[in-house]
């Protein structure tokens, strides 16, 4: 059974930078088509990044699109969100799932999603 496990995020001020990291113990993400989604208090979730397992093309939300970057380790099969430039609005939970059908777009549903960690900007 895959288990997606979530490192990073705490409390940043603006214009400051994190990473987030998603691995799966004992699995590698490789072959996964992932995404990362956030959800603010009061706020539904929100998909804010992904990548394809056909062609490895990340793609992004309007919202983080130039601020924020996914990418691939697969030297150790973990998947990292780098935030830079933080924003107050970026305050909420992140999430990362995982899914291993074949995409070659962002995944049209996911099997496995990680714990979620908390990522708050403020000054």
């Known amino acids: 059974q895959v288990q997606l496990v979530q490192s990073g995020g705490g409390l940043v001020q603006p214009g400051g930078s994190l990473r987030l990291s998603c691995a799966a113990p004992?699995?590698?993400?490789?072959?996964?088509?992932i995404g990362w989604f956030r959800q603010a208090p009061g706020k539904g979730r929100e998909g804010i990044s992904c990548?394809?397992?056909?062609?490895?093309?990340?793609y992004y939300a309007d919202s983080v699109k130039g601020r924020f970057t996914l990418s691939r380790d697969n030297a150790n099969g973990t998947v990292y969100l780098q935030m830079n430039n933080l924003k107050p609005e970026d305050t909420a939970v992140y999430y990362c799932?995982?899914?291993?059908?074949?995409?070659?777009?962002?995944?049209?549903?996911?099997?496995?999603w990680g714990q979620g960690t908390q990522v708050t900007v403020s000054s």
């Open positions: 990548i394809s397992n056909s062609d490895g093309r990340t």
């Open positions: 799932a995982a899914d291993p059908r074949y995409s070659d777009y962002c995944p049209p549903g996911y099997d496995y």
């Open positions: 004992g699995f590698s993400l490789d072959y996964y088509g």
